[in-house]
């Protein structure tokens, strides 16, 4: 079966330092991958997607980047830390190409920036 | 236009009530309509969905009720349970790879 690994849960780093969250997926080849922000009252934004190793897709400008280095793993970096790069961020899969027909979501890394 | 918006923010329902979520949108693209379920600390999962062809489906208690030319779509939750209490989120395709989401609806089931 399919699983999804996040980490870390929970993480709390000053402004301007960096940031690096990995996702990895395993059960399953080439699955399309993404990255989501959960900020409170303010649902799920899709911040990037990716349909294949180095094929990445930024869907909102911002401090932050990605990366797919392997097939099935995904890495959120930024090179300074904002205040307003706080949030839970979530990590999902897809498989086919319907895209995020069906998406299955890790558990999360709470981020808090102070 | 990418929203989908969706009311209310929070709902308390009493146990064995019917717990109702709405959402509404704008762009007549959009060709798939999912709920998600969340349960705090956890990521969402995939609770039941529906395209635009059909008015309505049910999977157990859940029922997605969908009005194409009014642009909107719900969520009834009947007999509703304390295990229910989680955040529900509407969500919309608006093409491959890409979900719109909603805001969030936070339930509380009441004993």
């Known amino acids: 079966s399919q699983t999804i690994h996040q980490w870390p849960a929970t993480l709390v780093q000053p402004v301007g330092s960096p940031l690096s969250l990995e996702c990895t997926v395993e059960g399953t080849s080439n699955p399309n991958l993404y990255w989501y922000r959960q900020a409170a009252g303010r649902g799920l934004q899709l911040l990037f997607y990716?349909?294949?190793?180095?094929?990445i897709s930024s869907e909102v400008p911002q401090n932050l980047s990605a990366s797919r280095p392997q097939d099935r793993q995904f890495i959120l970096s930024s090179k300074k830390l904002l205040l307003s790069d706080s949030g839970f961020y979530l990590c999902a899969w897809s498989v086919g190409d319907t895209g995020g027909e069906k998406l299955f979501f890790g558990s999360g890394t709470q981020l808090s920036v102070l | 236009q990418q929203q989908v918006k969706q009311s209310p923010q929070s709902l308390i329902v009493q146990k064995g009530g019917i717990s109702i979520i709405n959402c509404a949108y704008e762009?007549?693209?959009?060709?798939?309509f999912p709920w998600y379920q969340q349960f705090p600390g956890k990521g969402p999962a995939l609770l039941i969905a529906?395209?635009?062809?059909?008015s309505e489906k049910k999977e157990g208690r859940f029922t997605i009720s969908f009005n194409k030319s009014a642009k909107q779509f719900s969520l009834h939750i009947m007999d509703s349970q304390p295990g229910d209490s989680a955040t529900y989120f509407c969500?919309?395709?608006?093409?491959?790879?890409?979900?719109?989401f909603g805001q969030g609806t936070t339930l509380q089931v009441k004993p």
């Open positions: 529906i395209r635009p062809d059909v």
């Open positions: 969500a919309a395709r608006a093409g491959p790879g890409k979900l719109i």
């Open positions: 762009n007549t693209a959009f060709d798939y």
């Open positions: 990716s349909v294949g190793i180095g094929q």
